[in-house]
Each structure stands twice: as structure tokens, then as C-alpha cells.
């Protein structure tokens, strides 16, 4: 069945380092890749998304690029700020089976130092 | 709007009592899920709904039960609490429309059962 991978956390950074969590995904048709966000004591919020191959999902200064040919969609984030100290999850979904089913990594931990 | 709410917050159980968690959504979405999340692992769905009056079940849905009478409100009842049932609980609602497609999810309830 389809799955995501995630690298482990957790991941330590200082304030304005470059930020690169892995994820790779496998699946029989043709999903939407998205990232979530759960901030501390918070359920998931949406952070970005694509949903077909070589799109670029951006958002709040975070990005990652839908790569079919290796089916990856690393996240990544120039310059991190404490407040980006969350748990990102990598998820997947296809929309064209109707999109009931999302599958979700198992997360990355985030700590940002200042 | 409130999005999507969820009580209680925190509950602890004894083994073999039972309890409902409650989840209710205003975004006139059709489509609900009910997820747990283990310590340092991915959300497994364990049911989801398409609309009032229709379940289905996810990954893991043993010892849970569902119902979706209205739009808005999606309990899920656990009938005889089991120690593995320790866990945070997710409910989420989302719309479907083309390539647009996001999760919204609730606070989470954290259950103990002991």
C-alpha cells in the first residue's frame, strides 16, 4: 500500500540555520503531497502542499518540490526562527480516489535554539 | 467560525469503562476522520465519514465506534477501555473541490487508561 517515510528527529538547529527535512512516499497512482505543522499542544495544521509533479508548494518561508522521478518531497526552510519548533509531518492523499485516506509519516521533531 | 472542536481536552479512564469524545465541525465540510497518535509515531486513521449518515472504517478501528447523524458532529465511542487505547486523539473535517483538498483538525483529546 502507499506510505511515507520521514527522517528522524529530532532535529536541533540554531536560529537563521538552513533547514532540510527528507521525506520520500510510495504509491500506486498519482497523490497530492502535502506538510503539516503541530505546533505544542496544537492538532496539525496545513503548512503547504502539491499536487502534481515538479509543483512547488510555499509557505511562511518554507517550501518543497513534488519529484516524481524520485519520489521525494523534502522540506525546506533558508533560515529557521525558534518559533519554527514543531513537529512537521509528511502526508500524502489521492485526490483522485477521492482523497478519504490521507497517509502521514511518523514525524520530525524540530527544535530551534536561539 | 470555531472550526473544529473537540471535548474533553484531557480524560482518564479505568480499564472497561467506557466514554464518548466528542467532535464538532462549522465549516460545512462532509467529510470527518477520527485519528490516534501514538508517542513519536504517524496518525492512524481509525474511522472516517463521507457524509451524515455514512462510516467507514480506517487502519485501525477495533474496540471504536461511529456515527454521523448531522453534518457537524462526528462522536467516536469507545466501549470497554483498554490500556493500548492510550493515545491522542484527532478529529478532523475537510472539503474536497478539484486539487483543493485540506484537513482541518481539532486540538486533540488525550486519553489515559489505566
Known amino acids: 500500500g502507499d506510505s511515507v517515510t520521514q527522517m528522524e528527529g529530532p532535529v536541533t538547529l540554531s536560529e537563521e540555520a538552513f533547514l532540510t527535512i527528507n521525506c520520500t512516499y510510495t504509491a500506486t497512482g498519482y497523490p497530492s503531497l502535502f506538510w503539516y505543522v503541530q505546533y505544542p499542544g496544537e492538532g496539525l495544521q496545513l503548512l503547504l502542499k502539491?499536487?502534481?509533479?515538479?509543483d512547488k508548494g510555499s509557505n511562511k518561508g518554507f517550501e518543497a518540490t513534488y519529484r516524481k522521478e524520485t519520489t521525494s518531497f523534502h522540506l525546506e526552510k533558508g533560515s529557521v526562527q525558534v518559533s519554527d519548533s514543531a513537529v512537521y509531518f509528511c502526508?500524502?492523499?489521492?485526490?483522485?480516489?477521492?482523497?478519504?485516506?490521507?497517509?502521514f509519516g511518523a514525524g520530525t521533531r524540530l527544535f530551534v535554539k536561539a | 467560525n470555531a472550526g473544529v472542536t473537540q471535548t474533553p481536552k484531557f480524560r482518564i479512564l479505568k480499564i472497561g469503562q467506557s466514554m464518548t469524545l466528542q467532535c464538532t465541525q462549522d465549516m460545512n465540510h462532509n467529510y470527518m476522520y477520527w485519528y490516534r497518535q501514538d508517542p513519536g509515531m504517524g496518525l492512524k486513521l481509525i474511522y472516517y465519514s463521507v457524509g451524515a449518515g455514512i462510516t467507514d472504517k480506517g487502519e485501525v478501528p477495533n474496540g471504536y465506534n461511529v456515527s454521523r447523524s448531522t453534518t457537524e458532529d462526528f462522536p467516536l465511542r469507545l466501549e470497554l477501555a483498554a490500556p493500548s487505547q492510550t493515545s491522542v486523539y484527532f478529529c478532523a473535517s475537510s472539503y474536497f473541490s478539484g486539487t483543493n483538498y485540506e484537513q482541518y483538525f481539532g486540538p486533540g483529546t488525550r486519553l489515559t487508561v489505566t
Open positions: 502539491a499536487t502534481k509533479a515538479d
Open positions: 502526508a500524502l492523499s489521492d485526490l483522485n480516489t477521492g482523497g478519504f485516506k490521507t497517509i
